[in-house]
């Protein structure tokens, strides 16, 4: 029996550090080439030890291309559709949680649903036209619409789970002492969900900041232009600056690593909410 355990937890063991190279293999060849000058990198057999390391790449990112004013651009859009899709998704996910009998909820609850089901590429050429309307075609603005409209519906329905996990005694007892709805909301309901708050404000933060096809459509400019469509400066029609992509993706991995590796254990917390109930 401990031979077999035994077995079983080394292939478990084996299976995991395999999982977690296939995983990490991507980025820790993206984290070497970054540091790999232009003759190392397009060398025809490529190797993981680089024989003369340079910083050449990032100084060609951060000054030569000035991305620190595209990592600007995309702070300002992604915390700005974090924030609003928030604000939005609490409100509507306490509807969808405590009013989910009442017919125009289910009504929205199915059309967010349905919503989810549409590729994002169907709607690029119906935005880019209402944005071309409205006149925000080129700004910040259109980003921010755009990245807010897309992560509402799933943002609604994980902090709808939270909002079902918290007992309605405890709601109630905040009315009786006098408290209003919307003061409930927000000095008894919104602190128990602080962890599926997180969460699902990673999920927005992170999906505005990773964003390619909208950012790249919408924005024609350089002083609006995003982190990553401005990783396509380094492609031209006949070169490929490699070392510069690498190290250009490098910059913009560093941001969600560090975010990530805070704020994991209210991440997972929180999707673990909402996946148990009981």
Known sequence: MTK???LGRIMAYIMTFVLVMYCIFPFLW?????FKGKGEIRRPNPSFIISQPTLDNFKTVLVDAGFTKYISNSLVVSLSACII????????GYAFSRYYRQRAVKVSNLFMLLSQMIPGVLLLIPLYIVMRNLGLLDTKMALIIAYTTFVI???TFMLSSGFDNIPKSLEEAAEIDGCSKFGTIWRILIPVMVPTIISVGL?????AWNEFMFGYIFITTSSNRTLTPAIMLFKGSNTVDWGAIMAASVVAVIPMAVIFLFLQKY???GLMSGAVKG
């Open 30 to 34: 993206m984290l070497i080439s970054s």
């Open 85 to 92: 899709s928030l604000v939005i998704s609490l409100l509507a």
């Open 4 to 6: 077999k355990l035994s």
């Open 153 to 155: 519906p799933l943002c």
């Open 203 to 207: 999920y927005a933060f992170i999906n």
């Open 267 to 269: 991440f997972i917390s």
